[in-house]
């Protein structure tokens, strides 16, 4: 089963000729693109459960949860700076139309909730530019540059929601791993759409730092 997990993520992960390259909250560092000459997939792998680990099946259920353990801790750290952001840090917050259309977009990361003893329990990162493709029947969403680039796809769920899956590629890497190989690249999370022009990405239970990532995605220019 794993395998066909894999196999799945693949054909959609490196879509043919398109650079694989996403959110994160690492800084500067040289453009990065990773490519492959695999081809499209079928349709029937739009359907994000059948590409999504058990584990990220998991932690996409468990979206709410994530919110409630980890929006109080970061009001307890930083209430002035949580409430700036006002509906970005609604969890109820999810209008219609939740797909971003095409395009470069400013992005900026929150990390919210310690995941251990002694961690912070609110970050927020500076801008950074990335990039919503349209790769045919889905939408890829990227970083273009920096240390930390989680490379994923935006499949389709309800209305309100569409789910992000993905995989973390590091430092001078130039090819993702596939989905599915490594639980710790591994990423899962849900874009929403939560003002005019305005858009998050959030990361539940994350592997690292945090309880809750979530990522404004506002159109650049």
Do not use: H
């Not at 801790?73 to 970005?88: E, H, K, M």
């Not at 917050?93 to 002694?118: E, M, N, S």
């Not at 590629?169 to 791993?177: M, P």
């Amino acid at each position: 089963m794993m395998a066909t997990v894999r196999t799945s993520f693949s054909k959609f992960a490196a879509l043919c000729g398109f650079p694989l390259l996403i959110a994160g909250c690492g800084g500067g560092g040289e453009r990065t693109e990773v490519r492959s000459n695999a081809a499209r997939p079928a349709p029937a792998a739009t359907d994000w459960r059948t590409v999504a680990t058990d584990t990220d099946r998991d932690r996409i259920r468990r979206w709410r949860d994530a919110w409630m353990a980890a929006l109080p801790a970061a009001r307890r750290a930083n209430a002035a700076g949580v409430a700036a952001q006002g509906p970005l840090f609604d969890p109820d917050r999810a209008l219609a139309d939740p797909a971003p259309p095409p395009g470069r977009y400013r992005c900026r990361v929150f990390k919210l909730g310690a995941a251990g003893a002694g961690g912070l329990a609110y970050v927020a990162y500076p801008n950074f530019d990335c990039r919503v493709g349209d790769e045919g029947d889905l939408k890829s969403l990227f970083k273009e540059t920096g240390s930390q680039r989680p490379v994923g796809l935006l499949f389709p769920d309800t209305p309100t929601r569409q789910v992000f899956l993905g995989t973390l590629v590091l430092g001078d890497e130039s090819r993702a791993l596939d989905y599915g190989q490594d639980a710790d690249r591994d990423m899962a999370g849900v874009i929403e759409r939560v003002g005019e022009r305005r858009w998050r990405l959030t990361l539940p239970w994350p592997r690292f730092e945090s309880q809750l990532d979530v990522v404004e995605l506002v159109p650049a220019g």
